[in-house]
């Protein structure tokens, strides 16, 4: 009877594979550093709606010059004095200046020039100094020889230096990028050189050294992505700062000089029609303003969602 009872049961029940690599799989859900960051930034509705603005401004001011066809070369209306100084209105949005010219289309160019000569600071700078930051920060030989320049170069006032540079290469961009980049990467690299410091003789580097690991591996994998969110941060702040570097210079007239607009250039020459038409000194301010606000947000809030420690 009992026989019989198991037969019946048999096809109930199977034998179970063995599989000896199944111990080694991990039963942690999949976890992907990017996607956590990016969660993490949107979580916030107010960081989203500044970041929206912040890409509008970015992409109008690349894209509308283009179109407009703006020359800060040629003045259209300046043989026609009703054109000129006209308020803002449906058909003349930020309203015209002292010449004629569209001050919408004066504005956008001047941003786009600002955004470009910023973003392309930033880079260089970033590369330099992170790149030679890291390694400064691991080797001691050249730690003393890279403090000496740096206590020279940072007491050269960077106004002066920007002066000499200026009248000595002439006015453009590419003089403007080379005289805000000629001495920022030295203190990028030094904020770097820092942050390394404190990393590098922990446990595990120590360790890694102690295997055999190059200076530079250990560089690349075990301190900088460590950084991010400290690069970022520093990001955040230096792209605002470079575009209101690029203004200052450009109002004081060491930037790029009457062949590139500048919103800079429009507010030194706006200022004097300050009395009877404070709108062309207030419109290239409120979108300086606005771009260097929001970058700086969004900056500021990638930097923390990059924490590795926003994401327990």
Known sequence: MEEKVLETRSDLFEFASFDEFESEHIAAPQYSYWKSVWRTFVKNKFTVAVSIVMIILVLFALIQPSVSGYDPLIAPNVTNPEMRFLRPSAEHIFGTDNVGNEVFDVVWAGARNSIIISFVCTAITMILGVTIGAIWGFSKKMDKWMLEVYNVVANVPFLLLAMILSYVMGAGMGTLIFVMCVTEWIFVAFFIRTQVMIIRDREYNLASKCLGTST??????????????????????MIPSLISYEVFLSYMGLGLGVTKASLGRMISIYTSYMNGYPHLFWIPVIVLALLSISLYIVGQKLADAADPRTHM
């Open 216 to 237: 530079w591996t250990m560089i690349k994998n075990n301190i900088l992505p460590y950084l991010i969110s400290v690069i970022m941060t520093y990001v955040s702040r």
